[in-house]
């Protein structure tokens, strides 16, 4: 069974950064993109950013393009979301997905 854990979230003040992490086991890692995703309450879950296995290709939600990067250490078996330039509208919980499977979340709170 995949298991997703998901760390690193927090509370941030506006213009901060914040380094998530989301370490897998019990499954393949290296052969299997992966992603982030959160959701605001009462919003929708929404994708944040997607790297395929190889790590050789990334997509952002338009909201983040040019603040935020995934990255992965497949030797870790490890996905990172480094999140900069943090805003108010970044707030919620945040989720890595792999392989159909979902971590269960951790928080992200921006705010002065």
């Known amino acids: 069974q995949v298991q997703l854990v998901e760390s690193g979230g927090g509370l941030v003040q506006p213009g901060g950064s914040l380094r998530l992490s989301c370490v897998a086991s019990?499954?393949?890692?290296?052969?299997?993109?992966m992603s982030w995703y959160r959701q605001a309450p009462g919003k929708e879950r929404e994708l944040v950013a997607a790297i395929t296995s190889t790590g050789g290709f990334t997509n952002y939600a338009d909201s983040v393009k040019g603040r935020f990067v995934i990255s992965r250490d497949n030797a870790k078996n490890t996905v990172y979301l480094q999140m900069n330039s943090l805003k108010p509208e970044d707030t919620a919980v945040y989720f890595c997905?792999?392989?159909?499977?979902w971590g269960q979340g951790t928080q992200v709170t921006v705010s002065s």
């Open positions: 019990a499954f393949a890692f290296s052969r299997y993109a």
């Open positions: 997905k792999a392989s159909g499977s």
